[in-house]
């Protein structure tokens, strides 16, 4: 949250017009306070005046950067299963800007392999699928006839100023052998 302050203290000038612009509005007045709640980026302003009798067209402009330093938060991580497949869902929130990317991390092939996703709405969505999850490659056989597979994975949220957190977690993957 950050506040905006543009005035004159001048008396006497009843024929200036002056205007705040924040490149998306226009406020009018010679004493404009706004209140913004916002993400970070880079905003600017720009307070002017307009001649008048005893007055020459004048302007201020103003840059305010607003960085992000905060780490996405996990509201939410879970599985499903559906037809052979493992969905892996995650939901991020952040303060300040928006998550654009994950980066799953898992060995459902028996070894660790990357997987970039990008963000929908903060969610990152991963699907395993039942070709590598039926692998034999890092299966433990039992009686010669059942595979149990045991997938870690580690999903990575980025934000859209790189800053990045992480969850992780483990699934058994059971299946018969042909």
């Known amino acids: 949250m950050f506040y905006v302050k543009a005035y004159e203290s001048n008396s006497g000038d009843y024929d200036i017009v002056y205007s705040l612009n924040n490149g998306a509005n226009v406020f009018y007045g010679s004493d404009i306070s706004l209140k913004y ?8 302003f720009n307070y002017s005046s307009s001649s008048g009798e005893n007055w020459t067209a004048n302007s ?9 330093v905060e780490k996405p938060k996990n509201v939410y991580k879970r599985y499903g ?5 493992i969905i892996l869902t ?3 929130q952040d303060k300040c ?9 898992e060995n459902s092939l028996g070894f660790y392999r990357n997987h970039t996703v990008e ?4 969610q990152i969505n991963y699907v395993f699928d039942k070709k590598d999850l039926r692998d034999l490659r890092g299966c433990r056989i039992f009686g010669g006839f059942l595979c149990l597979k045991v997938v870690n994975y580690k999903i990575k949220a980025i934000d859209s100023y790189d ?8 699934f058994f993957y059971l299946f018969l052998l042909r």
């Open 119 to 122: 963000s929908d709405s903060g």
């Open 37 to 44: 709640k916002t993400l970070a980026g880079i905003y600017n």
């Open 81 to 85: 299963y559906q037809d052979g497949t």
């Open 97 to 105: 800007s928006k998550v654009v990317k994950g980066i799953v991390t």
């Open 60 to 68: 201020v402009i103003q840059t305010i950067f607003i960085d992000d």
């Open 163 to 170: 800053n990045e957190n992480s969850v992780s977690g483990t």
């Open 90 to 92: 995650s939901l991020w």
